[in-house]
């Protein structure tokens, strides 16, 4: 019997280089074409940067009150001044209208403050660990009630745009761990649930349906106020964690039950079955590779919810309780029409978690179209 | 001893309803069926989507477990074993000795490994040393006529029946000596159907394979296989060797199949005997020869008792109360 021998084209090294691509290339080559999401990916590691670099950012300690200079308004950095390149801002003069009791502040255009790069200011530990005082910018030698305030101040006289940079750090970072937390017990209860089937699956699915018909904002309020007035900030802090992704994982989990069960079908999987591959090779190495793009997609949509859930909580003052700060925290201060009339730049602190919430909703979209090359 | 006796075996699904979860019946899917395959031999199993032909295949792989019957399994140096009732756990050596070659070449191979990972897999959970197969993997490749760059390169730089290759070279890593081929070219175009055909058969001329291979019409499986059992509902209906079944078939529903395969010579006119209506559903056969209500031939007596498979003269067997008198229409 004659056999013909397939006959390779020609081949190129474009050609060579997409035969010998990993997964994780084709994913990103997938993911680069969708712009948008390539644009949040940037703004989302920005973001980040900001959170690890805070303190850093910050131009004023967030947590100094001053009643003599509350409610600032936003105060814009001059640029040049006799003709030459020096930032500076105005001094400031609060006066008292007699009538309203209300401080209005006039700029003192003789005492001009210089704005420097580096300058030192109040103590912090860079990265959680070395001790410094130099900020990236601000003003040197700054006597009381000065400073430069580029979003202006609050109520207490705080720095709305240095307490927005150390916001951004608890509130990212607890949607972070809310998340994580979320992705331990979703992969794992989703993984036993889908991997056994019987009657271990119709358990752990009618406890995420049970988990899932309680409406989240009375049973975090139960929780919430269950939380002892005595604990540190961080405590509560980590008791807020575990909160959110108590209804959080159960998304996860169907996810991954559902991934397991169409997987256990799949004639790849079978075939290492048939093969003699034990059960442990066939979940890591076949089945979890497999849907791991799949659980990332997951995990970055959950994200905006997980951040969304701690603001909304901590706004209805049953997340985190000052003096810790959050994105929630900042929008409580602008809760009341009296402070948002005379106040509005306060609503400023709703911008970066709008911004933050769209780019992760983009960011996963993106990720979840890339996410399966080979569909 | 043959190499594979299959005595009776049944798989059965149970039909629940209700809040209780009753049985309410039941579908059989393989209902009694009955075959052996000789080494070096290959058998091919036919018969329409739904027919339990891929039921049979997955039952002797024991990737289902059948509800009862015996699947006999007879290594060479080895004793008999019943792969029927062999839990789980102690299916697992045995395994190496039955291979799978499956049909949807792009499901078959795990597009996050590469193909040199995928065809030594077998070799790898089996414990033989790396050097062992790297030169095992380079043989195979050269076997089923593959360039050796291919084993650095992952499936989506393939073509279905590149893929088919090397699925078939992965179910020869362990040179078994058992091959179930589920409709191992029906997902590929007729030309590369051509070229994995031949590769089968210098394969078995080569390395004396004995195979199951299981197709849903009959086209391909003359050049392939010795013998050929035809199924229709979850039983055997007519075995037979290859030429005898395709220039006389003693069943109807093979004379059905038959005048289904595609002339290629398009003045010739066929007497046309396709099978009219929809397969029976083996949840509810029909009573008496489950083909009757899509027979030409039917008589009263095929409506009420069902025919048992005889032994013709012809070396096969068929269940058919009118096989004798009938004169039913083969090719050439």
């Keep these: 019997m004659s056999v013909t021998v397939a006959n390779d084209p020609p081949v190129t090294a474009p050609e060579v280089r997409f035969a010998q691509a990993t997964q994780l290339q084709l994913t990103w080559w997938r993911f680069r074409r969708h712009k948008l ?3 949040s990916l940037v703004l989302v590691v920005l973001f980040y940067l900001v959170a690890i670099f805070a303190d850093f950012l910050a131009a004023n300690d967030p947590h100094a009150t001053d009643a003599r200079r509350s409610f600032i308004p936003p105060q814009g950095i001059h640029l040049f001044d006799e003709g030459g390149f020096n930032p500076h801002v105005y001094g400031l003069k609060g006066v008292r209208d007699m009538r309203t009791f209300k401080l209005s502040y006039t700029p003192d255009a003789s005492r001009k403050l210089p704005v420097r790069l580096f300058v030192r200011g109040y103590d912090y530990d860079l990265l959680g660990f070395i001790p410094t005082s130099i900020h990236l910018f601000g003003i040197d030698d700054a006597g009381p009630g000065e400073g430069v305030f580029l979003f202006g101040t609050d109520q207490l006289g705080r720095d709305l745009y240095s307490r927005m940079m150390v916001a951004t750090r608890v509130s990212l970072s607890i949607g972070l761990a809310g998340v994580t ?3 331990f017990l979703g992969v794992l209860l989703g993984g036993i649930s889908g991997l056994y089937g019987g009657w271990v699956d119709t358990l752990i699915q009618r406890l995420i349906e049970l988990l899932r018909s309680v409406p989240t904002i009375p049973l975090w309020m139960g929780l919430a106020a269950a939380l002892p007035n005595t604990w540190s900030v961080t405590q509560v802090y980590f008791a807020i964690t575990l909160i959110i992704s108590l209804i959080g994982w159960t998304d996860l ?10 997987l256990r079908e799949e004639d790849f999987v079978i075939a290492a079955e048939l093969a003699g591959a034990s059960q442990g090779r066939i979940i890591f190495r076949h089945m979890l590779p497999s849907f791991a793009s799949h659980v990332i997609a997951a995990t970055t949509l959950a994200l905006p919810a997980m951040i969304i859930s701690e603001t909304s909580l901590s706004f209805l003052g049953l997340g985190l309780r000052p003096p810790a700060v959050s994105w929630g925290i900042l929008l409580q201060d602008a809760q009341n029409i009296q402070v948002l009339s005379g106040a509005p730049w306060l609503l400023l602190a709703a911008v970066p978690v709008t911004v933050v919430i769209l780019a992760f909703n983009f960011l996963g979209d993106g990720l979840r179209d890339a996410a399966d090359p080979y569909g | 001893m043959n190499l594979l006796e299959v005595q009776d075996l049944q798989k059965h699904y149970p039909i629940h309803a209700g809040l209780l979860r009753r049985e309410v019946g039941r579908v059989r899917a393989v209902d009694g069926v009955s075959f052996q395959i000789a080494r070096g031999e290959t058998l091919a199993l036919v018969g329409e989507s739904g027919c339990g032909k891929t039921t049979v295949s997955r039952c002797i792989l024991r990737a289902l477990t059948p509800t009862s019957g015996a699947i006999r399994f007879t290594p060479e140096n080895g004793r008999a074993v019943d792969l029927a009732t062999l839990p789980k756990r102690q299916m697992r050596p045995l395994r190496r000795h039955i291979q799978m070659i499956f049909q949807d070449p792009y499901a078959s191979l795990n597009p996050r490994m590469m193909v040199g990972d995928i065809i030594t897999e077998p070799l790898k959970v089996n414990g033989v040393p790396a050097a062992e197969r790297r030169e095992r993997l380079m043989e195979l490749l050269e076997l089923v006529q593959m360039p050796p760059g291919s084993r650095t390169r992952f499936p989506h730089a393939f073509s279905g029946g590149q893929r088919q290759r090397i ?6 890593a362990l040179h078994p000596q058992l091959i179930v081929a589920d409709e191992p070219v029906s997902a ?9 055909i031949n590769l089968l058969l210098d394969l078995q001329d080569r390395l004396g394979l004995s195979m ?9 499986v003359r050049h392939v296989s010795d013998r050929v059992a035809v199924m229709y509902v979850g039983r055997i209906v007519e075995v037979a060797p290859t030429d005898a079944l395709y220039r006389a078939p003693r069943h109807p529903y093979t004379e059905a199949l038959l005048a289904a395969v595609p002339a290629p010579d398009p003045n010739r006119q066929h007497r046309r005997r396709v099978a009219q209506g929809e397969v029976a559903d083996p949840a509810r056969p029909p009573p008496g020869c489950a083909f009757h209500p899509r027979c030409p031939y039917t008589v009263d007596r095929c409506r ?7 032994a013709t003269e012809s070396g096969g067997w068929v ?4 096989a004798r008198e009938l004169e039913l229409a083969g090719v050439r």
């Design chain 1, 37 to 39: 999401a390539l644009a």
């Design chain 1, 181 to 183: 937390l979320s992705l």
């Design chain 1, 253 to 262: 989990a169907r996810v991954v039950r559902g991934r397991f069960l169409a």
């Design chain 2, 167 to 172: 699925g078939i070279a992965r179910a020869l």
């Design chain 2, 188 to 196: 590929l175009d007729v030309s590369v159907q051509a070229q994995i």
């Design chain 2, 212 to 220: 199951l291979f299981v197709a849903h019409d009959l086209s391909v």
């Design chain 2, 304 to 310: 009420t008792e069902r025919p048992e498979l005889a």
């Design chain 2, 319 to 322: 269940s058919c109360h009118r």
